[in-house]
């Protein structure tokens, strides 16, 4: 089996870094893609690339300096996010709508793109999983606050819920993940770094696809759909 490789894009301090120590205890080689690297020092990282994801035409260049140092990742999560907090849905510009997009959604696509053209290179017995960090915004709209940020989960969603479609047989797996509180309310500023580092582990050890949309409470996955 080839070595495990997980790529941590936008690595913030509570989920990107719990996930990243969490992979890092489990024996993954761990790279982090991220716009501050200060914070990024300790030993649970192999490497560490400055990224800027409102620009989705340089995440390419993140995978080749991976690939090249560390090998290919055969678990990537993607972490990063942008958002406009404000009432009025047109207070935004629209190039600042654009640019959340493009961390929110384009460069996620950007980001599976390469991850696929990577899993197709790594051997049959290795587990080949892509996680997108979402949240509650596609099922639970908030318009009046979280406008763009709401629009971009929401495409990125749609996206998740394709691949998984698509490239199920080929045992890519894709996945939305959600935290939510036990009631299946958002779990908003409750929100654990470490319930999604051991959520995230326990879908990169499945070997087949399991449900897109990957809702959990704790660190266990809890079907919402039909409550």
């Known amino acids: 089996?080839?070595?495990?490789?997980?790529?941590?894009?936008?690595?913030?301090?509570?989920?990107?870094?719990?996930?990243?120590?969490?992979?890092?205890?489990?024996?993954?080689?761990?790279?982090?893609?991220?716009?501050?690297?200060?914070?990024?020092?300790?030993?649970?990282?192999?490497?560490?690339?400055?990224a800027d994801f409102a620009d989705p035409s340089s995440i390419k260049s993140v995978f080749d300096e991976v690939k090249a140092k560390i090998g290919t990742p055969n678990?990537?999560?993607?972490?990063?996010?942008?958002?406009?907090?404000?009432?009025?849905?047109?207070?935004?510009?629209?190039?600042?709508?654009?640019?959340?997009?493009?961390?929110?959604?384009?460069?996620?696509?950007?980001?599976?793109?390469?991850?696929?053209?990577?899993?197709?290179t790594l051997p049959s017995d290795t587990n080949k999983t892509f996680i997108f960090t979402g949240n509650f915004l596609p099922f639970m709209p908030m318009p009046s606050l979280l406008l763009d940020l709401g629009v971009g989960k929401s495409a990125t969603a749609h996206l998740i819920q394709g691949l998984a479609t698509v490239y199920a047989e080929k045992g890519f797996n894709f996945y939305f993940g959600d935290e939510r509180k036990a009631d299946g309310t958002p779990a908003n500023y409750e929100i654990s770094g470490e319930n999604h580092a051991n959520f995230y582990l326990e879908l990169a050890s499945k070997k087949e696809q399991r449900p897109w949309n990957a809702s959990f409470v704790g660190s266990k996955y809890v079907d919402f759909t039909k409550k």
């Open 75 to 120: 678990v990537i999560v993607y972490n990063a996010a942008a958002a406009n907090f404000n009432p009025d849905p047109f207070a935004h510009t629209v190039s600042s709508f654009a640019a959340n997009l493009a961390v929110n959604t384009t460069s996620v696509y950007a980001a599976a793109k390469e991850a696929v053209a990577g899993f197709e």
């Open 1 to 50: 089996m080839a070595a495990q490789v997980v790529l941590i894009l936008g690595a913030g301090a509570n989920v990107g870094a719990k996930t990243a120590e969490v992979f890092a205890k489990n024996g993954y080689k761990v790279a982090l893609a991220t716009r501050t690297i200060t914070h990024h020092k300790d030993n649970t990282r192999d490497l560490v690339i400055q």
